[in-house]
């Protein structure tokens, strides 16, 4: 099956009665816990059948004068889909996780800004390793063995050992960075801009702050037509102006070797909610429909700040984790629908609460990788009830 | 034993990390040389102060938090703390205290005020 425990979306794991084989700690958590902890359909807390759920759902949307959909990043992109319709139809706004995660990166990689490849190139080609402000080893567990530093690819026969060069940046010794021992670097910083500098600086030949350890990892990346830097979100919250990183890499593009971007991973389909939205709208996230355009102030986080929405549709993902508390007190005045196959702290405050299945495990459809390609999936089993139903429903009855 | 460190009041660097074990957990990982400084052991209870925003969090030494400063994973607590400027890194004052460490519950609670 594919496990949709992350963005990595494995195609190797093995399930075969009690026994999962080839996930890593995240995918087997995802899989084997697939019964815990699941969500009720309920109504002001008081547990209600699903299609009562929905059609509370649908009353609050229809008397929403400013909803919101959020979420999405670990659903199908049939669901994604009609998420989207069910926003156009409501003339409401639209916006994932992307919006404050790794978004602005995606999408200078579906525009073509920047120069960006897959993971089974980066397996096959890639000689040095940049990972920036992440952590693999606890975010994507199988990232580094399956497709970037460990394994041995068809112009990198002797893997890790000889044929790649590990660059880990971070504010941290990681566990990632505590790897970057032979054959690697382990940069610490303290203002990821002062890095920014640093490369742009030594690309023109002159000194910035981390101006020997730059020149270290230049002259490596010369030594190969395929290098590849993955974006976390340390570097996000990191940097002050993201142009000057996409700056950064074109420069080392045009003047020393040939560098590719990617994002180091997120939810499941979040790229698959992004290159969706992109299709439809030419916007990968922060969209609304009322004004067909997309704007910083149309963030979730933006509109929930400004009180510019009066409910919002939650869907596969747990808001009120992640929020600030200033921000957070305002979501909590609002009318709130999740729906998710799993409790969680959002689905605990939640006026309204639709149980679903879980994407790849209990319904299939397809999901896009972090790296663009797109995956059928293959479910253990085919739930009922599923976030496209649960759309279906919706778009019915609104 | 008296404990001078229980009297000190200090700032420090606060990095939140996602996918941290014990994700949900009221715990605060601080770096090994912070805590020789200021004389934290594992189990001591921190009281972690950001403007008039004040949580209690269980301290486990770790070389995984940054060097002299400490880690909160992605959690609920972590979001209390923050803002939208400084969202997964922001400086704090810490101080050992003898309450308990916060819960979810009370964060809730203080959501729903």
Redesign the interface.
């Known amino acids: 099956m594919i496990c949709t425990g992350c963005s990595c979306l494995c195609n190797d794991v093995v399930v075969n009665g009690t026994r999962i084989m080839n996930a890593c700690i995240k995918g087997y958590r995802h899989i084997a816990g697939a019964k815990e902890n699941r969500s009720e359909a309920k109504i002001e807390n008081r547990t209600v059948s699903i299609d009562e759920a929905i059609e509370k759902a649908i009353e609050i949307l229809k008397n929403s004068r400013n909803p919101i959909i959020f979420g999405l990043d670990t659903t199908t992109l049939e669901a994604q889909s009609l998420a989207i319709r069910l926003a156009e139809k409501l003339e409401c706004y639209i916006d994932d996780n992307s919006s404050f995660c790794l978004g602005e990166i995606v999408e200078a990689i579906i525009k073509k800004d920047v120069p960006s490849t897959t993971l089974d190139d980066v397996r096959n080609k890639a000689y040095v390793v940049i990972y920036w402000g992440a952590n693999p080893y606890t975010s994507l567990p199988r990232h580094m063995s399956k497709f970037t530093y460990y394994p041995r690819g068809e112009k990198r026969p002797r893997g890790y050992e000889e044929d790649r060069y590990l660059v880990v940046v971070d504010v941290r010794k990681s566990e990632t960075a505590m790897l970057a021992k032979k054959n690697a670097k382990f940069l610490k910083v303290e203002k990821d801009d002062e890095l920014v500098d640093s490369f742009l600086l030594a690309v023109d030949g002159k000194a910035g702050k981390f101006g020997s350890e730059v020149g270290v990892i230049l002259k490596e990346m010369k030594k190969s037509d395929f290098n590849v830097l993955f974006a976390g979100l340390g570097l996000k919250y990191g940097i002050s102006n993201m142009d000057r990183f996409f700056e950064m890499i074109k420069k080392i593009n045009e003047k020393v070797a040939p560098l590719y971007l990617l994002p180091a991973g997120f939810h499941a389909n979040m790229r698959g909610f992004n290159e969706t939205l992109f299709e439809k709208t030419g916007f990968v996230n922060k969209y609304s429909f009322r004004e067909k355009r997309s704007e910083k102030e149309f963030e979730f986080m933006e509109l929930l700040k400004k009180e510019c929405v009066d409910a919002a549709l939650i869907v596969g993902t747990d808001p009120l984790k992640s929020l600030p508390f200033e921000i957070a007190k305002k979501f909590m005045k609002i009318k709130k629908i999740v729906i998710d196959p799993k409790t969680s702290l959002t689905s605990k405050v939640a006026d309204v609460v639709i149980p679903s299945a879980i994407s790849g495990v209990e319904c299939g459809g397809k999901m896009v990788r972090s790296d663009g390609v797109r995956f059928k999936l293959e479910p253990l089993e085919e739930k009922e009830i599923n976030d496209v139903l649960i759309f279906k429903k919706i778009l019915e009855g609104v | 034993m008296l404990r001078i460190s229980k009297f000190m009041k200090f700032e420090a660097e606060v990095?939140v990390?996602?996918?941290?074990?014990f994700e949900n957990d009221s715990l605060i990982l601080v770096h090994p040389n912070l805590a020789k400084i200021y004389g934290l052991r594992d189990g001591n209870v921190l009281e972690i102060s950001r403007g008039d925003?004040i949580i209690n969090l269980r301290v486990k030494i770790s070389?995984?938090?940054?060097?002299n400063?400490c880690?909160i994973p992605?959690?609920?607590f972590a979001?209390?703390?923050?803002?939208?400027q400084n969202?997964?890194?922001f400086k704090a004052f810490l101080e050992l205290s003898d309450s308990k460490a916060t819960e979810?519950e009370e964060i809730?609670r203080?959501?729903?005020e």
């Not at chain 2, 990390?17 to 074990?21: F, G, L, N, P, S």
């Not at chain 2, 979001?79 to 939208?84: G, K, P, Q």
């Open positions: 990095v990390a996602r996918d941290v074990i925003k070389e995984k938090a940054p060097e400063g880690l992605n959690n609920i979001s209390y703390l923050c803002d939208t969202f997964k890194r979810l809730i203080r959501l729903r």
